[in-house]
């Protein structure tokens, strides 16, 4: 009779799980699931990772969405595949599992500190959304084979639609950002300083100090158009071609050679990272001056990027940000300088060079 109730209840609720799954290997005890959830995610979320970047070359969706949505699902799933668990607890399951992700991508050299502390709230983010999928799967089809096929879905889902992005992908947009900067000092005498040779002062900015790339010196090679800036990153050489030399009134340029765009962080010391190179590049932007009603000078710096890592909406909150720390590192420069010199005083990049 028991067998009988047990096999009316498997067909009402779907088909009873296979033994394979029921016992040895899933842990019953809260502690040994939560585990299991966390520990079998790991190789999950590293060989998913490495076949993106290094196979399919690829900073997308489904790298920064899909997968961090699997890991809070699968590792939720697999904590709570013998009985209901807290919905809390579920939640900290998958932010534990996708944080040991993270290390064990640091810790095999495939990323810094720096982008995985960046790329850290939209992971986060969507692991705990998938984790409370995880739970809420787990515990309405508690007892059926919908939690085992929903694990399988995901293992094949994540590389099959890392293979589609890949076949669907398209050119990236471009960013612009403008950033304006006011001068006390004459439009003349602005435009000297913007073209001079200048050694930069130390920036104090978190960013660059962490390792983002930023420009420690800067000259001009020539006059006119075709004329060369040329430049030291933290990051390595720098070079732009003026297209267009409007003294004293604009400047255009065209990014000629461009550096890494950061420094990562890692144990190991310098890592190749592939989206350091390429992944992010800026290609042509221009330098505008505009005398103000008071005598002053307004400096507009504009710069043309090219990003190639997705989610757009979310990096391209970082590349704004960061470019427009970058404009305001070199135009303030050219400001304390040109104001330096209209009111006497050297600045101190002055007198150290």
Same mark, same amino acid.
């Given at each position: ?42 190789? =999950?979320?590293?060989? !998913?990772? !490495? ?136 439009? $003349? ?8 040779? #200048? ?37 390595? !050489? ?8 409007? *003294? ?8 000629? $050679?461009?550096?890494?765009? =950061? ?19 800026? $290609? ?53 300088? *040109? $104001?330096? #010199? ?12």
């Amino acid at each position: 009779m028991t067998k009988t109730n047990e096999l009316k209840s498997s067909c009402e609720t779907g088909i009873a799980e296979r033994p394979f799954l029921k016992g040895s290997v899933i842990p019953r005890s809260e502690l040994g699931s939560a585990l299991m959830g966390i520990v079998t995610t790991i190789p =999950m979320g590293v060989v !998913a990772t !490495a076949l993106a970047v290094y196979g399919f070359e690829l900073y997308g969706l489904v790298l920064f969405c899909l997968l961090p949505f699997s890991i809070g699902v699968s590792s939720t799933l697999l904590y709570g595949f013998h009985e209901p668990r807290s919905l809390w607890r579920s939640l900290l399951v998958s932010q534990l599992a996708i944080f040991m992700v993270g290390a064990a991508i640091f810790l095999l050299a495939m990323e810094g500190l720096i982008c995985l502390i960046m790329a850290a709230p939209i992971a986060m983010g969507l692991a705990g959304i998938g984790g409370g999928v995880g739970w809420v799967v787990a515990k309405r089809y508690f007892g059926t084979r919908i939690r085992t096929a929903t694990l399988v879905a995901l293992l094949v889902g994540v590389p099959a639609l890392m293979g589609f992005e890949d076949a669907t992908y398209a050119e990236p947009d471009w960013i612009t950002v403008t950033t304006e900067v006011f001068v006390d000092a004459p439009q $003349e005498k602005v435009w000297e300083h913007l073209v001079d040779a #200048a050694a930069l002062e130390s920036s104090e900015d978190t960013l660059f100090r962490r390792g983002v790339a930023h420009p420690t010196y800067l000259e001009v090679e020539g006059n006119g158009p075709g004329a060369r800036l040329r430049g030291e990153f933290n990051t390595g !050489a720098f070079e732009v071609v003026f297209d267009e030399w409007d *003294a004293p009134h604009r400047l255009g340029l065209s990014v000629a $050679e461009h550096p890494p765009t =950061m420094q990562e962080w890692s144990i190991y010391g310098e890592i190749d990272a592939p989206h350091l190179v390429d992944y992010f590049a800026c $290609e042509e932007g221009e330098i505008e001056l505009h005398a103000t009603e008071a005598g002053g000078t307004k400096l507009v710096g504009t710069t043309l990027c090219r990003q190639q890592i997705g989610p757009a909406w979310y990096w391209t909150q970082w590349s704004e940000n960061v470019i427009d720390r970058l404009h305001r590192h070199v135009l303030d420069d050219v400001r304390r300088r *040109a $104001e330096a #010199a209209q009111s006497g005083v050297p600045s101190v990049a002055a007198s150290e060079t």
